[in-house]
């Protein structure tokens, strides 16, 4: 069975959030991107309410009404969805959208509300998928099995604003979670002291996330491993035992907290 096929297992008691109703405000100046993202939402049966301009958004007598806002970063010349945001509830969740890679856009001072970052291009189906997710955290994080002690969690994940969102979510949910950029930073002999999981991105700098793993084994460290990476499908290598699945970033923060919780607690 390969990882994928163990990623489905991990999430099959995952919610079909798609059946989930949410009202969203899409805050972007794209017409093309918005209307693709109308019709995927009217195909979810999705409340959605578009704003194209900052007049727009402001004569919206009460954003207290939407469940999640999908923001574009670069959302116009004297606005952008950091400062959109400042002009929404805190307790509304946000996902971010962009052209632009998230790792090139570390340096904002990004709000407690933001949920996850989503490249335009995973599409409308993502996108959405992604804000639904955002909108129930709270009741999925709700779902975890109270009497199961809930693992330390190690990320190791080179890209700043991924991990960022990672533990911002894990901590909605009350997940202890600690990222760490380089495994170079990481006290190697002493792993299995601190943390239960590992989940490390596949793509590190100098390192991918299975030669992290085959060191920490050396050690006698080896954590129970989920891999993540942005880049599709991983390459055909043989894979330590430890490595319980992978999966790929674009389906969310959300979703991989909850199948890499998933497929802890059934080793």
Not at 5 to 11: L, N
Not at 155 to 176: H, N, Y
Not at 224 to 253: M, R
């Amino acid at each position: 069975m390969d990882l994928a096929a163990h990623a489905d297992i991990a999430a099959s008691g995952f919610p079909r959030y798609q059946d989930w109703f949410s009202r969203v405000l899409l805050v972007d100046d794209d017409p093309v991107f918005c209307e693709l993202i109308r019709r995927k939402a009217r195909d979810l049966h999705l409340d959605l309410s578009v704003c194209k301009s900052r007049a727009e958004l402001l004569t919206i007598p009460n954003h207290k009404q939407f469940d999640v806002a999908i923001l574009d970063f670069y959302f116009d010349e004297s606005l952008n969805a950091l400062e959109v945001a400042k002009l929404l509830p805190p307790e509304i969740p946000i996902v971010i959208v962009s052209s632009t890679e998230g790792r090139k856009l570390s340096g904002a001072s990004w709000p407690s509300a933001v949920r996850t970052f989503v490249h335009k291009s995973a599409g409308a189906d993502s996108i959405l998928n992604n804000a639904l997710l955002a909108a129930h955290w709270g009741d999925l994080a709700a779902s975890f099995p109270g009497e199961v002690k809930l693992p330390r969690i190690l990320l190791v994940d080179d890209d700043p604003v991924f991990g960022m969102i990672l533990r911002q979510t894990a901590e909605k949910a009350k997940l202890p979670l600690t990222h760490i950029l380089s495994p170079a930073k990481l006290d190697i002999r002493k792993v299995r002291d601190n943390y239960d999981l590992l989940i490390s991105d596949y793509d590190l700098e100098n390192v991918t996330g299975v030669q992290l793993t085959r060191q920490l084994e050396t050690f006698g460290q080896s954590l129970p491993t989920i891999l993540i990476s942005a880049y599709g499908k991983l390459p055909d290598v043989q894979l330590p035992n430890s490595i319980l699945c992978s999966l790929q970033k674009a389906e969310g923060p959300q979703k991989i907290l909850y199948t890499s919780l998933n497929a802890y607690q059934q080793i």
